[in-house]
């Protein structure tokens, strides 16, 4: 658990995992250069669980997450955020989950949301499969990032760290590094209760945010896809060209919604291909929203 600056939560977050119904893990609190009383809070606790590391100085997010990746000693690394609350099975049911699956590297959970802010209080609804999670992962991350479990053999055996390179999507792009290693999974049960603020990255429209998610598209379809070879932005040619089979079909969502400019042969190819009937709702909304002038590319 990485921690700056978290005197107002870091309380109830502890609490939150030492009161866990599993209790056989290290507790590793990677604190980044807190200029508040967040480490004097963490050592009033009395618990031989917690391993404390102290970074000098404020070396960020990335540099303290993979610090406490090379510090684990367990057999799975469980991810926690400084201001929010795991209930207290989480660690036992991912566990678990584990233990059924041995193909399993990587488990997440459904999160509630909920603290002072403008958003409603809401539900994220996650995708629970494999096959579907791994999809999801061609247009954004398939996992609430706190909420992770992972197997550390298999990120120790593939050398597999945060990308600094991907500032604020280095959780996204970690998945699409693991994602040929082993299944993915989230049980579809709200184990930790995520704290909203309105002035979270996910919420501010981050111009480094779009531009690193971008990238991890680009490098998804390489993986995905190396038959295919998309130089520049997506054509409506290029797409024509796609094979019919259900294998693209969820590149072709994507490249629809990435086409530098919407007019009416963008609609009609759209509507006569048929494309449009085999694209989840969402989507179809999306290239509607194109259509009408909004909205960016994905690519």
Request: aromatic share 12%.
């Amino acid at each position: 658990m990485p921690t700056y600056n978290a005197e107002s939560t870091i309380k109830e977050t502890i609490d939150s995992i030492l009161s866990q119904t599993y209790h056989n893990f290290e507790f590793i609190i990677i604190n980044d250069g807190s200029s508040d009383s967040t480490e004097s809070i963490i050592k009033t606790y009395n618990d031989n669980r917690i391993k404390l590391l102290n970074n000098e100085t404020n070396k960020g997010l990335i540099y303290s997450l993979n610090r406490g990746l090379d510090s684990a000693n367990g057999e799975f690394i469980v991810r926690m955020d400084a201001d929010d609350i795991s209930l207290p099975q989480r660690i036992e049911k991912q566990i678990a989950c584990f233990k059924q699956n041995p193909k399993l590297v990587a488990c997440g959970t459904m999160i509630e949301y909920f603290g002072n802010t403008k958003l409603a209080p809401r539900k994220y609804i996650t995708k629970i499969s494999d096959r579907e999670n791994k999809e999801l992962l061609l247009f954004t991350s398939c996992f609430a990032h706190p909420t992770v479990m992972l197997r550390k053999e298999v990120l120790d055996q593939h050398k597999l760290h945060y990308d600094a390179e991907f500032k604020n999507c280095e959780d996204y792009k970690l998945w699409i590094d693991l994602m040929e290693y082993g299944e993915f999974y989230n049980i579809p049960e709200v184990l930790l209760r995520y704290r909203q603020s309105d002035t979270q990255i996910t919420h501010s429209g981050n111009t480094l945010l779009k531009e690193n998610s971008k990238k991890c598209r680009q490098i998804y379809i390489k993986k995905k896809y190396p038959e295919i070879n998309l130089n520049g932005q997506p054509t409506l040619k290029f797409i024509k060209k796609l094979p019919k089979n259900g294998q693209y079909n969820q590149l072709k969502q994507l490249l629809y919604l990435s086409l530098p400019t919407y007019g009416m042969k963008a609609f009609l190819q759209f509507i006569f291909s048929g494309d449009f009937m085999k694209f989840s709702l969402h989507n179809d909304l999306a290239f509607m929203k194109r259509m009408l002038g909004k909205g960016e590319s994905l690519l």
